[in-house]
T-cell receptor
Framework: SQQGEEDPQALSIQEGENATMNCSYK?????LQWYRQNSGRGLVHLIL?????REKHSGRLRVTLDTSKKSSSLLITASRAADTASYFC?????????????FGQGTRLTINP | NAGVTQTPKFQVLKTGQSMTLQCAQD?????MYWYRQDPGMGLRLIYY???????DKGEVPNGYNVSRLNKREFSLRLESAAPSQTSVYFC????????????FGSGTRLTVV
């Protein structure tokens, strides 16, 4: 079963607008990570937020984490055509001493020029 | 460039054939992983290796075997390929203590006919 679930499944916006994607998860986590995947390519790590952090920024990316609601959001500001990709949240669990990353199904983001 | 290298990039197999997917990382990471990604889906963990000499099952291990040959290399073997194993396979590595996310390879697109 999926630990993380993204919402919406697909999002289409105009270039320059902000894009917000949400992620909900089920169990306690060590950290939550966001990845980007361009069509036909591997995943690229964007940002990691630890369970004791509430907000983190990286360039045009802003991630929030609410552990009480078991949810996170990824905001991309001033979107560009190059931001068109699928975005995945992943929850980092430690099980029997091993780090395991469990992925959601992703949000497909399309930026229209 | 440092990273995770997967071979081959593409493969077509007939049902019942066997093959091994190779993965190597040059970042001195302890942990390595194999995921599969089906169309429109997130990644599902097949097997992982928390450290050299150890391997464990993930979410979808049936039909696969793995070998952690040394710290750098982690291979995935399909003993008797089935059409249900048609997927894109990703290898990844991580070093939990670094606080960074996973580094993914570019994937192997496998079709079983």
């Amino acid at each position: 079963s999926q630990q993380g679930e993204e919402d919406p499944q697909a999002l289409s916006i105009q270039e320059g607008e902000n894009a917000t994607m949400n992620c909900s998860y089920k169990t306690s986590i060590n950290n939550l990570q966001w990845y980007r995947q361009n069509s036909g390519r591997g995943l690229v790590h964007l940002i990691l937020i630890r369970s004791n952090e509430r907000e983190k920024h990286s360039g045009r990316l802003r991630v929030t984490l609410d552990t009480s609601k078991k949810s996170s959001s990824l905001l991309i500001t001033a979107s560009r055509a190059a931001d068109t990709a699928s975005y995945f949240c992943a929850t980092d669990l430690i099980i029997q001493g091993a780090q395991k990353l469990v992925f959601g199904q992703g949000t497909r983001l399309t930026i229209n020029p | 460039n440092a990273g995770v290298t997967q071979t081959p990039k593409f493969q077509v197999l007939k049902t019942g054939q066997s093959m091994t997917l190779q993965c190597a990382q040059d970042m001195n990471h302890n942990s390595m992983y194999w995921y599969r990604q089906d169309p429109g889906m997130g990644l599902r963990l097949i097997y992982y290796s928390a450290s050299e000499g150890t391997t464990d099952k993930g979410e979808v291990p049936n039909g696969y075997n793995v070998s952690r040959l040394n710290k750098r290399e982690f291979s995935l073997r399909l003993e008797s390929a089935a059409p249900s194993q048609t997927s894109v396979y990703f290898c990844a590595s991580s070093e939990y203590s670094s606080g960074y996310g996973y580094t993914f390879g570019s994937g192997t697109r496998l079709t079983v006919v």
